[in-house]
């Protein structure tokens, strides 16, 4: 493997936010979730009032922080675009969809490679739907699939996520009274607000200058043989293995992990839907946070997707238990896939008529 | 032959150049306007044996690979 300079700070961006989740999660964070996109938008939504489950509300400053970090990272060295118009209707509902399968599986790819890495074997499962999810979205991609194109927007409507985060993160130290919070649950396992929110920033800021993107990595693999891009996802893997092994939280299993289930099939079928709709989405959880924060509105109603997915998913019983996956979420991961695989195949079909 | 990836995010536009070089042309002008594709742009020419070459236009880059 060539060592480039993107290489190395890729290898950098993971190995720091390895050691981010790691020190989170030490700190209070719920087990193996020092990050988790998916599950921290959820909280956020509950924080909101969005839904009603009382165990997983809060303002999670890491996401906060993501995207910050991202927006000011990309301010200072002039990476900041201002960009809209890439069907954004269609960006929303693939980003609920992605929200619904990653709270099937119970974590979005970045927690996905945290809980293999301390050892939890139901996210293999999940590895194996990912990578799977992938190569779907990778097949629709060489078929012609595409979102469009964005047009260059005013600085107001790029930073408008920017502004949004900043007033959350008001909220939470200011009017507090306004928010709703866990008292019980994973939504109650929380950081220190200054450390959440110091490790969102830096994380934010350096998956934003190395473009770290867990979909994308096996996505280059598959695409273009290209082995740059997974090198991020191997090192928040390793440098989190390291982390775990030497502080002796690694233990391989199936039972008793934590916020994880034993439902395989769903495991799996949740974390398809993840790879599948992040491909066509352009990038995982992740770097929607580091896109909107870097100007793309795009990428900024994709979170909101996001949210308000995290948010049905939770008032439709959409989202699994440690008890395994509900009716509810078993129907939605196969209307999902449906739906995914419709919104592919009436685009490619739309193109080509155009075409001719 | 050019080809305009304004407005495309990635991979779009390294996909868009991996079809206009599959005839295996002696050159092709790629435009580009976000930084992250000028990079994947560049390095998936590398690594199918083209050399680039850039200028900035504005906010965009017109990236020039030959063989």
């Not at chain 1, 190995?15 to 959820?42: E, Q, S, W, Y």
């Not at chain 1, 675009?81 to 992605?98: A, K, Q, T, Y």
């Not at chain 1, 989405?281 to 995290?310: E, H, K, M, N």
Request: aromatic share 8%; net charge positive; with cysteine.
């Amino acid at each position: 493997m060539k060592i480039t300079g993107t290489r190395s700070v890729l290898a950098a961006a993971g190995i720091v936010t390895g050691f981010a989740a790691f020190i989170l999660a030490l700190a209070g964070n719920p087990g193996n979730m020092g990050f988790c996109i998916a599950c921290f938008l959820r909280d956020i939504a509950g924080s909101l009032s969005l839904h009603g489950s009382e165990t997983v509300q809060y303002m999670r400053p890491e996401i906060i922080g993501i995207i910050l970090g991202s927006f000011v990272i990309s301010l200072l060295t002039g990476e900041f675009s201002p960009r809209s118009g890439s069907s954004p209707l269609l960006r929303f509902l693939i980003g609920m969809c992605v929200s619904i399968g990653a709270l099937v599986f119970l974590g979005c790819p970045l927690r996905m490679v945290l809980r293999l890495s301390a050892g939890d074997a139901n996210a293999i499962a999940g590895l194996a739907g990912f990578i799977l999810g992938i190569a779907a979205g990778c097949f629709v991609l060489n078929q012609g699939f595409s979102l469009g194109p964005a047009r260059e927007t005013n600085r107001l409507e790029g930073s408008g996520i920017s502004f949004v985060a900043v007033l959350f993160l008001l909220l939470l130290v200011l009017a507090p009274s306004l928010l709703k919070f866990s008292t019980s649950g994973p939504g109650s396992m929380r950081a220190p607000v200054i450390l959440s929110l110091a490790m969102g920033l830096v994380v934010g800021a350096f998956a934003q200058r190395s473009r770290l993107c867990f979909a994308g990595g096996v996505r280059d693999l598959f695409l273009l043989r290209d082995s740059t891009l997974i090198t991020g996802f191997i090192a928040v893997f390793v440098s989190s293995l390291v982390f775990n092994i030497a502080s002796g939280s690694f233990h391989f299993g199936f039972e008793n992990q934590p916020i994880a289930h034993t439902d395989q099939l769903f495991n799996l079928l949740g974390m398809f839907i993840v790879g599948f709709g992040s491909v066509l989405l352009g990038g995982c959880p992740l770097r929607q946070l580091v896109l909107a924060g870097q100007g793309s509105s795009d990428s900024a109603v994709t979170v909101l997707g996001l949210i308000i997915g995290g948010a049905v998913a939770h008032n439709f019983n959409l989202a699994s238990s440690t008890a395994g996956a509900t009716a509810g979420g078993k129907a939605a991961s196969v209307i999902i896939i449906v739906f995914l695989a419709f919104i592919s195949f009436t685009v490619i079909a739309a193109k080509r008529r155009n075409e001719k | 032959m050019t080809i305009d990836t304004s407005g495309y995010s990635c991979p779009e536009p390294v996909i868009m150049t991996k079809k206009a070089l599959r005839d295996k042309p002696d050159s092709l002008s790629v435009i580009v306007d976000n930084v992250a594709s000028r990079e994947n742009v560049t390095r998936f020419a590398r690594a199918t044996g083209y050399s680039v070459s850039e200028t900035k236009d504005g906010g965009k880059w017109i990236l020039l690979l030959t063989r």
